[in-house]
Each structure stands twice: as structure tokens, then as C-alpha cells.
């Protein structure tokens, strides 16, 4: 007879560890175009350099979340709040660093992300406040 829970989880789980193949290549690719973005400080202005080296480097901070999140799934084989808002927090983090560096934001837009942050951080503590792997202790 066919177990279908063992089915499910095989294929779950090379799925995964494919992503964290893609995931792996593209932190080496953003390492490396980060590196090849030096350049642009140097060649262009200071100001234009900075600008795609800040956008980058936050770029692969949310690849190295994304990374974190799939390698502990693979290893608890569940997914954590605090690890899906940290994505999301860095996230809007970048939005909001690119759109004020690009000065393309209002303040309408940058009012708006600054509240999702501050959601997003409350969401964030109360996750780890009341964790589940906290144990109660009387």
C-alpha cells in the first residue's frame, strides 16, 4: 500500500533543499555583483556607486533571510513567525532605504511602510513573547 504522508514529505523535502541550491547560487551571484559594484564608486559618482552598493547589499540580506528560513524548515519542518517577519521587515527596510536614497517616495509612501514596520516589529515581539518553545515556568 501506498503511504502517501511519505510521499508528500520526500518530494517536500527536495523541493526544499532545490531552493536552497537557488538560494545558495544566488547569495554567491550577489556576492559577487556586489564586489563588481565597487567599481561604480570609483567610476561614477560617489553618491550613484553608494546608491546600487546600499540597494545590493540589503537585496542579499533578504536572501540570507530567505536562506535561514528554508534551512530551518528543512531542519524543524516548520516555518517560524519570527522568520517570516524578519523577511518582511527587512523587506520594507529596503523599500524604504531605496525609495529615500532615489527620492522617488512621498511622504504618503514612506509614512505608509513606516507604519507597516511598526506593525511589523509589535507582530515581531509579541511572537517572541509568546513563543511556543518557551516553556512555562511556575
Given amino acids: 500500500m501506498i503511504d502517501n504522508s511519505k ?3 520526500k518530494i517536500t523535502d527536495s523541493i526544499v533543499i ?3 541550491y537557488v538560494l545558495l547560487l544566488t547569495l554567491i551571484a550577489g556576492t559577487l555583483r556586489i564586489l563588481l559594484d565597487i567599481r561604480y564608486v570609483v567610476i561614477d559618482s560617489v553618491d550613484g556607486g553608494f ?7 540589503l537585496t542579499l540580506f ?3 533571510e530567505f ?3 528554508f534551512a530551518d524548515y528543512s531542519r524543524l519542518e516548520r516555518i517560524k513567525l519570527t522568520d517570516i517577519t524578519d523577511v518582511t521587515i527587512l523587506i520594507a527596510m529596503r ?5 529615500l536614497y532615489s527620492k522617488s517616495f512621498g511622504y504618503e509612501t514612506i509614512f505608509a511602510l513606516s507604519a507597516l514596520l511598526l506593525v511589523l516589529g509589535v507582530i515581531r515581539l509579541l511572537a517572541v513573547k509568546y513563543s511556543p ?3 512555562l515556568i511556575y
Fill in 7 to 9: 510521499i508528500f514529505k
Fill in 62 to 64: 533578504i536572501v540570507i
Fill in 67 to 69: 536562506f535561514k528560513t
Fill in 51 to 57: 546608491n546600487k552598493i546600499v540597494t545590493n547589499v
Fill in 95 to 99: 523599500e524604504v532605504t531605496v525609495g
Fill in 133 to 135: 518553545e518557551k516553556t
Fill in 18 to 20: 532545490i531552493i536552497l
